[in-house]
């Protein structure tokens, strides 16, 4: 290259430099206008306090953090963990096959059949629990079908762990199906064949060969539903009863009828953390495995 075209070239490169620096300029301030700044004024109230006419003000107390360490807060994170890998696990377990049967069978209507689990979910979540509120509830759809067909007088659904847990997979259970969908669709058929020949079993060629090879969807569907079922509220508020709060409702409790914005701030970050935490060796420990492998 001549010293010329050198010269031509740095004013191009300085452009594109310039230009991707004012395409980062706008979501850059969005975050930290929008997510940075919120979350810090999170962390500054979780050591605030509550004034006598009930407002929350900055201090620097570590009262609330103390509190978390409450018996019946910690119950409640211990159960809103049960109910996030219940969650998870039968999420896995439905979304699998879904995605293997539309990835492998569903021939050239892959995108038809991935459209009509995905639509679906287009609505609220609010929605879609309130309409599962009407169909179990003592007197919704489900159990007048029970009373009209003779099988049962009835039975209750709602305010039950299992009530919570089936709503928690139902609202997340598309983020599964959709990395293992991912996944399925960029394996090379050609391993599958091959493991049918070096195995003689569909089911030791699955465990063997397909399965490995989509791990990686599969992790990434377990992270996307843990997420958010850990610190969901709205299905144990609608399809739950007390005994069966999460960590959710009571931060949502805290910023609401408790009026103990702190408390609500410190439970926030200690659930931060606690995910933090529980992901970082998630990750650690998935990708350990796929050095492994």
Same mark, same amino acid.
Request: proline share 3%.
């Given at each position: ?18 230009? %991707? ?8 301030? %969005? ?23 009930? +407002?929350?003000? @900055? ?36 979304? +699998? ?23 679906? @979910? ?52 598309? @983020?599964?199906?959709?990395?293992? +969908? ?36 599969? +992790? ?12 969901? @509220? ?60």
């Amino acid at each position: 290259m001549t010293a010329g075209q050198e010269v031509a070239k740095r004013p191009r490169s300085a452009q594109r430099t310039s230009l %991707w620096g004012w395409l980062l300029a706008l979501p850059t301030a %969005w975050m930290v206008v929008f997510f940075v700044s919120s979350m810090v004024i999170i962390v500054l109230l979780s050591f605030g306090r509550t004034t006598n006419d009930g +407002y929350p003000a @900055f201090a620097t107390s570590t009262a609330n953090y103390r509190a978390i360490w409450n018996e019946v807060y910690l119950e409640l994170l211990l159960r809103s963990l049960a109910y996030a890998v219940a969650t998870v696990i039968i999420s896995a377990l439905i979304a +699998y096959p879904v995605a293997y049967a539309i990835a492998l069978h569903g021939g050239r209507y892959k995108n038809v059949l991935i459209a009509a689990i995905v639509v679906p @979910f287009f609505a609220s979540y609010l929605v879609r629990m309130y309409a599962w509120k009407a169909l179990l509830s003592d007197d919704g759809l489900v159990n007048s079908g029970l009373r009209r067909s003779g099988l049962s007088d009835g039975i209750t659904f709602l305010n039950t762990s299992g009530a919570v847990i089936a709503g928690l997979v139902y609202g997340f259970v598309v @983020f599964m199906i959709l990395p293992v +969908y991912a996944s399925l669709e960029r394996l090379d058929k050609s391993l599958i064949e091959a493991g049918k020949d070096l195995y003689h079993s569909p089911v030791r060629t699955f465990f063997s060969v397909t399965l490995p090879a989509t791990r990686a969807g599969l +992790y990434g569907g377990v992270l996307l539903v843990f997420l958010p079922a850990l610190g969901d @509220f709205v299905s144990a508020q609608l399809l739950g009863g007390a005994n069966t709060y999460m960590m959710g409702n009571l931060v949502q409790q805290q910023f609401t009828e408790g009026q103990n914005w702190p408390l609500g701030s410190a439970l926030t970050v200690g659930l931060m953390a606690a995910l933090t935490i529980l992901m970082v060796a998630y990750l650690r420990g998935t990708s350990t495995r796929g050095r492994e492998i």
